[in-house]
């Protein structure tokens, strides 16, 4: 039955702000905007006192992390975080994983977040990620730095994506290029070539990183040595993390995540994901060059990456921390990042609101005179949604 819903506002996301008018839907689907009384649709939504617009899309997180809020502290190196950060993971119950990705999903949702993008490094999650609600791309997270592993775990991958059922959608996410080997990248990249599958993977994030692939040294070597994870017959590929992944021809349809130490490579990259609350948390003095991606026709989406490197998982406080981090970006364009971009890079039917898209909507009580709509989602005192439509469903 289709539905029309009066709004006060609209963000299109594909055009200028539209004042007083409708949207008609039906099963799922945006059917038509008009100015207003047009249309058959049997049931009328009175939202004449919101604003509305694209529901978010989550461009990178790790729902599964979500248990570990206020276990982790940004500690003196970027290796020294992560060595905290395993045998922590390792020690959670189900319970407790299970208990943290439903509290992480719903403050996503309360905060407008109807797109996800979530990396899972345990594949027996799959199943109750998927079923949370999102319009989503799961990640498998694949690690694998010693050479004569890459076989095992590329055919562990691929009985995965043989035997998924197709009801979501599935993407690869190698690690990063220190925790990856060149041999598994190579296989990995083959098999989402094979399956129509995406890549992520986290790129130039730290300059431990950069220090890595270029010298083969630093806190990373002895992280990967410590934990007998170090291939003594590896050479470091003396270049930059970003050049490395392209020399061995992963970085097509890749969605790469940080992208912080990228500044003499942005046109080596398609698709990138700023997280700008995890950036602020560790205290990064680099971060991605949005504007110089943006000026250069690259979609940059927006992430809260996990409770690992975040104290919230609430969308709007990461519109909010872009907006403060990016001086030169406008609040319409970040809201473009937060919306279609995310919908964009990842292959979602969302992210836009016109005819033929599916009705991820959410929307905010309009509360006093706006001059710009695109301000509303920034300076609202409110750090929830006033409305959430997934899917149709609200
Ligand atoms: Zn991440």
């Given at each position: 039955?289709?539905?029309?819903?009066?709004?006060?506002?609209?963000?299109?996301?594909?055009?200028?702000?539209?004042?007083?008018?409708?949207?008609?839907?039906?099963?799922?689907?945006?059917?038509?905007?008009?100015?207003?009384?047009?249309?058959?649709?049997?049931?009328?939504?009175?939202?004449?006192?919101?604003?509305?617009?694209?529901?978010?899309?989550?461009?990178?997180?790790?729902?599964?992390?979500?248990?570990?809020?206020?276990?982790?502290?940004?500690?003196?190196?970027?290796?020294?975080?992560?060595?905290?950060?395993?045998?922590?993971?390792?020690?959670?119950?189900?319970?407790?994983?299970?208990?943290?990705?439903?509290?992480?999903?719903?403050?996503?949702?309360?905060?407008?977040?109807?797109?996800?993008?979530?990396?899972?490094?345990?594949?027996?999650?799959?199943?109750?990620?998927?079923?949370?609600?999102?319009?989503?791309?799961?990640?498998l997270e694949i690690i694998g730095f010693q050479k004569d592993k890459a076989d095992g775990l590329a055919k562990e991958v691929e009985e995965i994506l043989k035997s998924h059922d197709a009801s979501w959608t599935l993407g690869i996410a190698p690690h990063a290029p220190y925790s990856v080997s060149a041999k598994l990248l190579r296989q990995l990249d083959h098999l989402s070539k094979k399956y129509g599958c995406l890549l992520s993977t986290h790129?130039?994030?730290?300059?431990?990183?950069?220090?890595?692939?270029?010298?083969?040294?630093?806190?990373?070597?002895?992280?990967?040595?410590?934990?007998?994870?170090?291939?003594?017959?590896?050479?470091?590929?003396?270049?930059?993390?970003?050049?490395?992944?392209?020399?061995?021809?992963?970085?097509?349809?890749?969605?790469?995540?940080?992208?912080?130490?990228?500044?003499?490579?942005?046109?080596?990259?398609?698709?990138?994901?700023?997280?700008?609350?995890?950036?602020?948390?560790?205290?990064?003095?680099?971060?991605?060059?949005?504007?110089?991606?943006?000026?250069?026709?690259?979609?940059?989406?927006?992430?809260?990456?996990?409770?690992?490197?975040?104290?919230?998982?609430?969308?709007?406080?990461?519109?909010?921390?872009?907006?403060?981090?990016?001086?030169?970006?406008?609040?319409?364009?970040?809201?473009?990042?937060?919306?279609?971009?995310?919908?964009?890079?990842?292959?979602?039917?969302?992210?836009?609101?016109?005819?033929?898209?599916?009705?991820?909507?959410?929307?905010?009580?309009?509360?006093?005179?706006?001059?710009?709509?695109?301000?509303?989602?920034?300076?609202?005192?409110?750090?929830?949604?006033?409305?959430?439509?997934?899917?149709?469903?609200?």
């Amino acid at each position: 039955m289709p539905l029309r819903i009066k709004f006060g506002a609209l963000l299109t996301q594909c055009g200028e702000p539209i004042e007083n008018g409708e949207l008609v839907i039906e099963d799922g689907n945006i059917l038509e905007i008009s100015s207003s009384g047009k249309g058959s649709a049997e049931a009328t939504l009175d939202l004449s006192d919101h604003l509305l617009m694209p529901g978010f899309v989550n461009a990178h997180s790790h729902l599964g992390l979500t248990a570990l809020a206020n276990k982790l502290s940004p500690s003196k190196s970027f290796a020294g975080w992560i060595s905290d950060l395993i045998p922590l993971n390792s020690a959670l119950s189900n319970e407790e994983r299970m208990k943290g990705i439903r509290s992480g999903a719903d403050d996503m949702k309360s905060s407008g977040v109807t797109g996800l993008a979530d990396y899972v490094a345990d594949p027996v999650w799959l199943k109750s990620i998927a079923e949370l609600g999102f319009r989503s791309v799961l990640f498998l997270e694949i690690i694998g730095f010693q050479k004569d592993k890459a076989d095992g775990l590329a055919k562990e991958v691929e009985e995965i994506l043989k035997s998924h059922d197709a009801s979501w959608t599935l993407g690869i996410a190698p690690h990063a290029p220190y925790s990856v080997s060149a041999k598994l990248l190579r296989q990995l990249d083959h098999l989402s070539k094979k399956y129509g599958c995406l890549l992520s993977t986290h790129l130039a994030e730290t300059d431990e990183e950069v220090q890595f692939i270029d010298k083969g040294e630093g806190p990373l070597l002895s992280l990967l040595k410590d934990r007998q994870a170090f291939d003594e017959n590896w050479q470091a590929p003396a270049t930059t993390p970003t050049r490395y992944l392209k020399s061995i021809g992963a970085l097509n349809d890749m969605v790469a995540v940080h992208c912080n130490y990228i500044e003499e490579d942005v046109d080596k990259v398609q698709a990138a994901v700023f997280c700008p609350k995890s950036t602020q948390w560790f205290g990064r003095t680099k971060v991605l060059p949005v504007r110089k991606m943006l000026d250069a026709g690259i979609p940059v989406a927006l992430g809260t990456d996990s409770m690992a490197s975040n104290d919230s998982l609430n969308f709007l406080e990461e519109i909010r921390m872009a907006d403060k981090l990016l001086p030169d970006v406008s609040r319409k364009e970040i809201l473009t990042m937060a919306t279609w971009f995310g919908a964009e890079i990842l292959r979602l039917p969302c992210g836009k609101i016109m005819p033929g898209k599916k009705a991820d909507i959410i929307g905010f009580r309009i509360n006093s005179n706006w001059k710009n709509w695109y301000d509303l989602p920034f300076d609202t005192p409110t750090q929830r949604v006033d409305f959430y439509m997934a899917d149709g469903k609200f």
